[in-house]
Structure formats: C-alpha cells, structure tokens
C-alpha cells in the first residue's frame, strides 16, 4: 500500500475519533482523511473506561472547557445519535457531616461560574435515589453532567465524519511504526500495512503518545499511565439512576499528584466511589487510581475497598453479582491538563493527549479546538494552557 492523505491521525479512542470528526465537519469534503490504530476502534482506554460526562467547576479555564465539551455531547447525539447517551445529572454524596462542608465549597464554585447546584436534604434525597442508604447526610445534585457509552460513541462519531466527508479512512488493525521526513517537516506515515505519504499527522495516542512521539525524536512527552481498576453488575439490578460520586473525589481525581507518576517509587493508590448507571440496568463501580506503568492486572486490594465504598452508600451493590473486573489505564499529563495543538519543534506533528479521568468528557471539545487550530479558525476555547508547547525545550 502507498497512498497519500492530507492527515494522518494516529490512534482510534475517543479523541482520535473526535479529531476525526472536527476534521470533517471544518475542512472541504474533498479533504482525505486517514485514521490509524493499531488494533481495533477505541480498544484500549476508551473501551475501558467509565463515561461519566463531567463539568468541572474549580477553576474557569477547566469549566470553559468540559462545559463547552458537555453540551457538545448532546449536540453530538442530536445530530448522530446511535449511542446510549444518558443526561441524568450527578449527584455528590456525604458520608458524614464533615463531609458535608464540601458541598458548600463545590456548589459555590458552580455559582461563580455563571451556573448552579441544588443541595437536597436527606429526604429529598431519598426520594431521587431510594436505593440509597437511610442515614445518608443530604447530597448536591448538579443537573449538568450526564453519561455515554465511550466505545459506541466512538463509532457514532466516525460514521458522522464519513456522512460530511466521504474520503475520510478508518483503518484499524494498522499501527504505525515509524516516519519518513523531509528535513524538518514530516514526509510520510510508515505503517505495518504500507506509508501514507502527508505532510500533518495528529498524535491522539493517549497513554502511548510519548511513544510515537518518540518515532518522531521528541525525547520526552510527560504523559504516563494512571490505572483505574473497575467492576460492573449484571443487567437489571442496579440500585440506582443516576450518576453518583463521593464529594471527595473531585479532589482526590482532579488534583496534579503529589505522587511520582512514572511509578518508580511504589505509589500505593488510592479510590474515591463513582457509580453509573447503565442504559441495560447495569451499575458501573469505580474507581481507583495508581501509577503502576503499564501493567493491567487487577488490584483486588485497591478494588475491594472501592466496592466497600460503592456499598456504603448504596447498600443494594452488596447483593448485585459483580460479572466483569478489568484496569484501564488513563493518560496522565505532569501538570494534569491535557495537550491540544501543535508541537512546536516537528512542523507538522499535532498532539491531543493526555486527558487523565476526563477523556471521555472533554472529546468533543478536544476535536474542535484542534481542527480548529489545524484549519486557522478561532478557538471556541481558549487553548493556552492546553498548548503542548509547555513541555517542548
Ligand atoms: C478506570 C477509568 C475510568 C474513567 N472514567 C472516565 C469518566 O467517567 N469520564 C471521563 O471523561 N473519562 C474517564 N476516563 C478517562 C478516559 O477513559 C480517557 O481519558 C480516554 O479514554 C483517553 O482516550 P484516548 O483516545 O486519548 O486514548 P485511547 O482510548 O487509549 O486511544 C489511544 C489509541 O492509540 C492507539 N495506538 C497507540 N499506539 C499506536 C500506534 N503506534 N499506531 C496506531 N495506533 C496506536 C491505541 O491502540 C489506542 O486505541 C476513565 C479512564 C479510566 C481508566
């Protein structure tokens, strides 16, 4: 095989697929468009992974971007559809009333975004969520969020590429090993089926992004594999509807680490509870976080406490039979922001990586701010403190 494309995206999860369907929708139809993966379509992290669709309020800049991101979800499954896509809201859970202080904090910062949060009170709780445990101190219920299955998602938006523009190509099963250049600028893709002859290739590799950057001689993309271990129940016995989080996870989930990321010194872990409901009555549980390469096994350790959390506030999780557990490995960045743009060292080389636990959220967002990068329109966001630039020397 030896073809050409005006670019070449590297890596078939959700934000490989997403650029791919910017790319589409902002450049001529006319426009060829090949998107590689070395195995199949959102097999790695983005099938994986929970889909929680989250709105981040600490900070304006993390707000502007997974609120935009947010509604372009529902725009999405208006526009494509053929994906479960749930906009139940979310509610933040106390287990105590020292707990409880958060909730002031959290719907403050929602107030100062422009946006809002109701606090309910234990029985209106109960009435949203009766499956929940009786002495539960209240809860704060922001009607934003929502939750999509991330591995339909990703083949909703790549057959949405394909309506605009027919010369888009989606090849899985089609790594790419290296690089032909032409002094500086990139010249071609080589893959194990063939080149790709192009002068723009996007990298949206996730946890793999500093590997074939390295292809290309970038010596270090701070990106590094976090593992979150998951378990999900059968069918038709989840004891909720909607999607749930201990208060505390915002800051231990959103937080840059203390911890070393590349694994070296023995990061022991840690969880915080998220539970989703899904569309076959299914509950998704999770979710921990470790820095432990790349290894996938299973810590049943790490696991079982953060199914001891999920049954402390919803006791009907203990009798639900646990059919799957498995890790998933999320794209951390040294400064916990991912990176959207151009490398500034490789003319030509584009990078969306490095999403940590909010990849499936910001998506849509991501796609957009880089076509529009790529096709020299204003950002919808701003996209400073996104550059990948920050990490070049
Ligand atoms: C346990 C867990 C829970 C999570 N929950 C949520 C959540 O509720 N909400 C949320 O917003 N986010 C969540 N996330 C985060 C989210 O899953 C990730 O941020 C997101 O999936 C990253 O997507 P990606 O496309 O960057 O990476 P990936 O999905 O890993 O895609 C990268 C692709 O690149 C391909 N690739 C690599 N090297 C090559 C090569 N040389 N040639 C060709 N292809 C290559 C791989 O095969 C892979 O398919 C969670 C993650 C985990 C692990």
Redesign the pocket.
Known sequence: MSETADIVV????????SVVYHLAQLFEPSVRIVL???????????????????VTPDDPQAYALTRTSVDLWRELHDRVAGFDYNPTGALYLADDEADVELFDVLRQQFVDRGDSADLLDPKQLRELEPGLAEDLPGALFYPGDGVVL?MLACGAMLRGARQRNPNVIVRPH????GFERDGDRIASVV?ERGSIATTTVVN??????P??AE?LGVQRLPIHP?????AITGHHVSPIRTQLLEVGYVRFAHARTEVDPTGASGDPGGHAV?M?PQTNGGCLI???RQFCGMQKQVNRELLWRSLARAERYAPGIAVAPIVRTW?????YSEDNRPLIGPWPDIPGLWI????????????PVTGLLLAQQLAGEAPTVDVTPYLPGRFAR
């Open positions: 590297v890596g078939g999860g959700i934000i490989g697929c590689c993966d070395r195995g199949p379509i959102a097999g790695a992290t983005s099938g994986s992974c929970m889909g929680h669709l989250m991330p089609c790594a790419v090993t893959t949206t590799c996730g946890v793999w992004a590997m074939l292809l976090r593992a979150g271990n998951l998220n989703q999770g979710s921990t890790v998933g490995l999320r794209p969306a990586a490095g999403h940590e636990g909010l990849g499936i959220s910001m998506a």
